[in-house]
């Protein structure tokens, strides 16, 4: 019998199914090759000194509280980048003032908010781009 190889790097699909190769291999082991290599493990395990099956499950059971912690993490991030955008987007319109790091006092209108790995960015109507947090004032 043919069995995959758990560190197989190829990007081949042993089901044949069409999945993106950054997606795989990204998430490392998923939960249908964990599956198919159990499988071919209970087929392969010697007769005479069977693996016992609470050892299978523990392994289950392992694998399924990661991937709800995986997309659990998932779903956090996008709701708090949600949360991030809302929160920010009452910023528009408003006049922020700040200090940069030469002392030198700046102000001016919100003209577009947007978000990046680092947080929130405001958008002055001259262009200028602010960083939203700690030393920013906003005023009507």
Same mark, same amino acid.
């Given at each position: 019998?043919?069995?995959?190889?758990?560190?197989?790097?190829?990007?081949?699909?042993?089901?044949? *199914? =069409?999945?993106?190769? &950054?997606?795989?291999?990204?998430?490392?082991? /998923?939960?249908?090759?964990?599956? #198919?290599? $159990?499988?071919?493990?209970?087929?392969?395990?010697?007769?005479?000194?069977?693996?016992?099956?609470?050892?299978?499950?523990?392994?289950?059971?392992?694998? *399924? =509280?990661?991937?709800? &912690?995986?997309?659990?993490?998932?779903?956090? /991030?996008?709701?708090?980048?949600? #949360?991030? $955008?809302?929160?920010?987007?009452?910023?528009?319109?408003?006049?922020?003032?700040?200090?940069?790091?030469?002392?030198?006092?700046?102000?001016?209108?919100?003209?577009?908010?947007?978000?990046?790995?680092?947080?929130?960015?405001?958008?002055?109507?001259?262009?200028?781009?602010?960083?939203?947090?700690?030393?920013?004032?906003?005023?009507?």
């Amino acid at each position: 019998m043919n069995v995959p190889s758990a560190t197989d790097t190829s990007g081949t699909n042993p089901a044949g *199914s =069409t999945s993106t190769g &950054a997606t795989s291999m990204s998430k490392g082991v /998923d939960y249908n090759t964990f599956l #198919q290599l $159990l499988i071919a493990e209970m087929k392969n395990q010697d007769p005479t000194n069977p693996t016992d099956t609470s050892q299978y499950m523990s392994q289950f059971a392992q694998l *399924s =509280t990661v991937e709800q &912690a995986m997309q659990t993490n998932t779903k956090l /991030d996008s709701l708090l980048s949600s #949360q991030s $955008l809302s929160q920010a987007d009452g910023l528009i319109g408003k006049t922020v003032s700040f200090t940069d790091s030469t002392g030198a006092t700046f102000s001016g209108k919100v003209a577009s908010i947007s978000i990046n790995s680092n947080g929130s960015v405001a958008t002055l109507q001259d262009g200028t781009k602010v960083a939203v947090g700690p030393g920013l004032t906003i005023s009507g």
